[in-house]
């Protein structure tokens, strides 16, 4: 099956750092990719969506400037957190999509975020 | 728009007991079903899903759910639980035209020795 790889699992950072997030579609191209959120005993809220060479599409609520995608590559996309803030502390969750699997979404293991 | 409501946000169930967790969703246009699972601390995993054909779909570790197209629901349902079944299912739909998901709120399945 299709397998998607996310780094970091966790990370730990002081308030007003920026963390990375990469997501990793590893032997499959996703054509498009999911940002997901999801805070303890909750659903995943989409944050946004993005498309391989174009911007992402952000959900209505999601700042674009706080939560920076890139998604550069057929098998890469990046969530920067810009200026993180405890409030930003959650589970980021990415999925991936592509041409063949249309319909399908696979799901990175997550990476959890900790701001201090 | 497409709206999904997991009705039992906590079930407990004895091991060995059947379980049914329910699903039910609200669309105006066709959609696919989807039935993920989610261990303590990971991401999640598709248990199974209906994209057309027969209404009844079965994953490999003895879970099954029925897409009841009147009733709008895909409900999940297991005969005999195992204490590994632990975990937080989510309930979700996508358009058949679109790769948009939408989640349920999640149902939280323990099984009790």
């Known amino acids: 099956g299709a397998v998607v790889s996310q780094h970091p699992s966790w990370v730990i950072c002081k308030s007003g750092t920026s963390v990375k997030i990469e997501c990793r579609s590893l032997?499959?191209?996703?054509?498009?990719m999911f940002w997901y959120r999801q805070f303890p005993k909750q659903s995943l809220m989409l944050m946004a969506t993005s498309n391989e060479g174009s911007k992402a599409t952000y959900e209505q609520g999601v700042e674009k400037d706080k939560f920076l995608i890139n998604h550069a590559s057929l098998t890469l996309s990046t969530l920067t957190v810009t200026s993180a803030h405890p409030e930003d502390s959650s589970f980021y969750i990415c999925s991936a999509s592509g041409r063949r699997i249309y319909n399908e979404q696979f799901f990175g293991p997550g990476t959890r975020l900790t701001v201090l | 728009a497409q709206s999904v409501t997991q009705l039992d946000s906590q079930v407990p169930v004895f091991e060995e007991a059947p379980v049914e967790l329910r699903c039910n969703y609200s669309s105006s246009v066709s959609v696919y079903l989807f039935w993920y699972v989610q261990y303590p601390n990971q991401g999640l995993q598709l248990l199974l899903k209906?994209?057309?054909?027969?209404?009844l779909v079965e994953s490999i570790n003895g879970f099954e759910a029925e897409f009841n197209k009147s009733q709008t629901s895909f409900h999940l349902r297991k005969p005999s639980v195992h204490i590994s079944d632990t975990a937080e299912y989510f309930c979700a739909v996508s358009p058949t035209d679109y790769d948009k998901v939408i989640f349920g709120p999640g149902t939280s399945l323990s099984v009790i020795p």
């Open positions: 032997d499959f191209q996703a054509t498009t």
């Open positions: 209906y994209l057309s054909g027969s209404t």
